[in-house]
């Protein structure tokens, strides 16, 4: 079938495109190449890069492309940003994705995939793994963006019977990610690979649900089958400290300095992990990566990674772009 994967470019989204191209589906990637890179969309499929927000161009497209699913993994996925620029974030989290599902709609859309997150849109919880019959109680615009995206996408449901599948991922950690929600455990591998001392926030007691990108792109998979409408959350139920994290990483990378102190950030939720029991019976899906496993296949990627773009000559020198971002 055909499926329109929306921020393709970037972390998940590419790796979403990839398996959906692997197991036969026509895939078609949109992406403003805002925070995701061009080498990271997969090869044998068609990229568009365009403006989610920019309304008449997306219409062209979708009508162009008439997909039977969407996958809708574009977004401003920064917290702090969404704090400081309230309304950037809701024009493309809230807005340009109501216009998408609009767009699509028109066309005969059959299916609409949304990546929600679990992480945030929880709030604290007093005990965790968090079921999704928890209430939500967003405390970021970006929690409320998500949340908003959410409700509109039930209410559609219920107007048009189009089928939706909201995944409230935990944190996603693996290959690609440069940065974003769970950008913890790229920074630390990023700094300890290249030799410098990351800081920890706070006490680092601080505690978060990581899931990896294979068990993510899996639960994306099983969505193209879900009928009806949905939320699940998609995670590991196993809640990993800051400080336990960083003793991992750096077991990996033989980083033996300490991290840097700083104080803790204003608003951090103290801990997150999410029961995952819905998506086991609804989607059949689990999480099958523990920590140790994703964190030795995220390191190996950062290492290749570092050695490329330290042999990546300066943009003057090069005829081709190969990204340099670190
Ligand atoms: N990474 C996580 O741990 C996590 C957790 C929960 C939810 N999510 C959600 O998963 C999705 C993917 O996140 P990610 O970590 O891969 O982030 P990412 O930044 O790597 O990917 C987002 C992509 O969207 C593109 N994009 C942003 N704004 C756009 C616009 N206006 N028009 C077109 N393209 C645009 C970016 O260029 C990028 O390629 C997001 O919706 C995010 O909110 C991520």
Redesign the pocket.
Known sequence: MKILV?????????HVAEKYLKIGHEVVV????????RE?VPRGLRFIE?????FGTMDRIVSKERAEVVS??????DVRNSVQRPVHDC???VA?TVHLYESARRQGLRKFI???????IYGEPDRIPISEKTSAAPQSP?AAA?LSAEHYLSCFHHLYGISSTV???????GP????????VISIFFRNMVSGRRPAIYGDGRQRRDF?FIDDVVDANVRALEHEGFGIFNIGTGVATSIRDLYRSVAAITRFAEPPLHEPPRQGELFQNALDVRLASTSLGWRPHTDLKTGLAAAGAWWRGRIRTVRRTPPRSRRRATPARVL
């Open positions: 929306t921020g393709g470019a970037g972390f998940i989204g590419s949109i992406d403003n190449l805002s925070t995701g890179l990271f365009a403006d989610l927000r920019d809708h993994h574009a977004a401003q996925i024009l493309t989290n340009a949304f990546a929600s997150s679990g992480g945030v970006y998500k995944l409230r991922y935990a944190n996603v950690y690609r990610q440069l940065g974003g929600e769970a950008g899931v």
